[in-house]
């Protein structure tokens, strides 16, 4: 049913929304506990969730529903059409991208700021917003953000060009900031198309980039602007031979501890094609086993949890394999 696109989901901090067909999401709420399905006219390409709102565009026409304090019923609260292949939604303003600026909007489409992005900066291509904080990547990869606590957003930091400081890679994939917007992490992407194996976190406050490289199962040491590190190599941890050669899928921050933050890590392409290719001789009956068939179960996607500290850098803390018949990480919540 939904094999052009990938899953849309989105969480707040009192539910979690997922796509299950191209008109149909459902949204479920932890308190109180309850499920609840919202069906719609557009094709959903894209939501996005408060805690008493959800959001669903298709690039041309954006909904939004609000929800009952129940959480049993969606009433109608806006539409408007609009070209936009981003939002998000803080609070009563929706936050929409075209090719030059990040417009914030009320339910019905009047916009409410305008915040302009330089042809150099490049078009916006990823947005994301935790706390009050907002932050955009653009296709030249660059890297803004703004508090949007006030009537009027501000720019909090100046933009950073992370190709500049990343030079061996092509694009920002995807940003995520953390609760309180000192530290935004980074997905990259190789120039080949493939994804990189490097998490990078950039230090808001002191203008660092650390990160961890889930392909060798070590940390990052700080990246100059002219895209040297600090040493010569990462710091290899006890219990990183569980999370090597994979790279980071999906990265979440914690909604309240602006340490934490957990990655979907996945196992690269390059990596199971090597495990699966030592292949021996025929066997009398002709049929032919490899080493990874022998020795070696398919490697699994794991949940690795990260502590990106002011003075010890990036830690890798745990890890555990994604349960069979999972498919993404929604969400974190510590309890």
């Known amino acids: 049913i939904l094999n052009e696109q990938p899953i849309s989901t989105s969480i707040s901090v009192q539910g979690a929304v997922v796509q299950i067909s191209p008109y149909h999401v459902q949204l479920e709420t ?8 919202i069906r ?9 969730n408060s805690d008493d709102h959800v959001v669903l565009w298709n690039h041309k026409k954006i909904v939004v529903y609000e929800i009952n304090e129940e959480k049993n019923f969606a009433r109608l609260a806006g539409t408007f059409d609009i070209d936009s292949p981003l939002s998000a939604i803080y609070q009563q303003t929706i936050f929409t991208a075209d090719t030059t600026t990040i417009t914030a909007r009320n339910f019905q489409g009047t916009i409410k700021q305008t915040m302009t992005l330089t042809e150099q900066e490049g078009i916006p291509i990823t947005m994301d917003i935790c ?4 932050v955009i990547a653009t296709d030249n990869g660059f890297v803004k953000g703004w508090d949007i606590s006030r009537r009027e957003s ?24 953390n609760c309180n ?25 002191q203008d660092i980039l650390l ?19 600090g040493g010569d190599q990462g710091v290899e941890q006890s219990n990183s031979e569980d ?14 501890d602006p340490r934490l933050l957990v990655v ?8 199971l094609v090597q495990d699966k290719s030592h292949i021996k001789k025929p066997t009398p009956k002709g049929v032919f086993r490899t080493k990874s068939q022998e020795k070696r179960p398919e490697m699994d996607d794991r949940v690795v949890s990260l502590f990106a500290t002011a003075d010890n850098g990036v830690l890798l803390h745990d890890s555990f394999p994604l349960e069979p018949g999972y498919h993404k990480l929604l969400g974190v919540s510590v309890r």
């Open 40 to 48: 719609t006219d557009i094709h959903i390409r894209g939501v996005c």
């Open 181 to 205: 917007g000192t530290k935004i992490a980074i997905q990259l992407k190789k120039v080949n198309d493939e994804p990189d194996s490097r998490l990078l976190i950039w230090y808001v406050e």
């Open 154 to 177: 501000r720019q909090y930091i100046s933009p950073k060009n992370i190709s500049e400081s990343v030079p061996d890679t092509s694009l920002v994939t995807k940003v995520k900031v």
């Open 30 to 37: 932890l308190d109180p506990p309850n499920l609840l399905s």
């Open 243 to 256: 999370v090597s050669r994979r790279y980071p899928r999906e990265v979440l921050w914690d909604p309240q």
């Open 211 to 229: 990160g961890y490289d889930f392909s060798a199962g070590q940390t990052i040491q700080p990246i100059s602007e002219t895209g040297s590190t």
């Open 264 to 271: 979907q890590a996945s196992p690269l392409a390059a990596n």
């Open 131 to 134: 706390g009050h904080y907002l």
